[in-house]
């Protein structure tokens, strides 16, 4: 898997800041009308003859923000104030969440999304992660089994409660000391799914680590797994549900997030295993209809989840051999 990035230090994320303010400074001074260059990424596949081979954490070319253009000057305005919060984060040594940044000017951002895309903008222009500019989510991940670590120089001792739920830690950076026994990781995608497992003493039988992102995983969650993985040398399972949202879970973990393809290389397990659900087990098993849920109208006319069909039917770059070809015709044919 790929390294860290280079150069990402408090001390060099400050120097790119104050490079780049400095250049718009200058370009304002001269007469000059300041742009900004930032790197665009692929978020789809447009090849349809399954032979694909393009990587969506490559740039593909640069978007120009001027002045010139008056959607460009209000982006550009956000981005600039967000530098300036990040800055003062960095300087101060203390971590924000995207939420408080949006609330210290509501009224400029007017909404979360106009944050997100600033962040996502100033984190490909440094050549950096979220987390560099102190700027970390909320977590929501849960971890148990046979692990053991310190955060910040706090102990979690998963082994001493095998089948009690610890958060994950969303200072991953500052994960020490990890032990572990295990054989594998487990990673589910339901809360509902971890808890039985852990109700059902699961890691007693089995010497392995159990995560979930409660859904579709926050990037603490893929940080933490990734590092696991790193650190351990172990396989990795998922296991999700047996439809568009499963996968699209399944994906994310394994390829990265479109969204954050700028981060993807960093934040993917390209090796992790998919354990099922499969459209084939409900016959496998024996499953009795009503078991069996149909696809919501929701599902059927998801912009997102057809692509995500797409993508795995037609992109080598998603197909891990033939179970995931079978999935997405499964759910088109639905």
Known sequence: MDGKRSNTEPGDILRKIGELTRSILE????????????????????????????????????????????????????LLRVLLIVQQLLQESKHSSKRDIYYMYPSVFQEQSVVDKAINDI?????????????????????????????????????????????????TEEV?????????VLVVEKESVFQRLANDLFCNRHRCIIITGRGYPDVPTRRFLRLLIEKLSLPA?????????????????????????YDAKF??????????AFPSDSEKYGLPKQCLLPLTAEGETS?????????????????????????CFFWVSC
């Not at 934040?267 to 099922?276: A, N, Q």
């Open 27 to 78: 370009h304002i001074c001269s007469g000059r009308l300041p742009s900004v260059y930032i790197d665009r990424f692929r978020n789809y596949c447009t090849d349809a003859t399954g032979n694909c081979f393009c990587s969506s954490d490559l740039a593909i070319g640069k978007e120009v923000v001027t002045l010139q253009r008056e959607c460009h000057a209000r982006r550009l305005d956000v």
């Open 123 to 171: 984190c490909i222009l440094l050549h950096c992660s979220r987390h560099n500019l102190n700027v970390v989510p909320v977590g929501n991940g849960l971890v148990i089994g046979w692990l053991r670590f310190t955060e910040a120089g706090r102990k979690f001792d998963c082994m001493s409660s095998l089948n009690t739920a610890y958060p994950i830690p969303v200072h």
């Open 176 to 184: 020490k000391n990890i032990i572990s026994a295990a054989h594998y």
């Open 237 to 261: 399972y998922c296991l999700v549900d047996c439809d568009p949202y499963g996968f699209d879970i399944l994906t994310t973990y394994r390829f990265g997030s479109m969204q954050m393809a």
């Open 267 to 276: 934040l993917r397990i390209p090796d992790m295993h998919w354990l099922g």
């Open 303 to 327: 912009p997102k989840l057809k692509q995500c069909c797409k993508d795995v039917t037609y992109s080598g770059k998603y197909h891990i051999g033939g179970r995931f070809r079978d999935f």
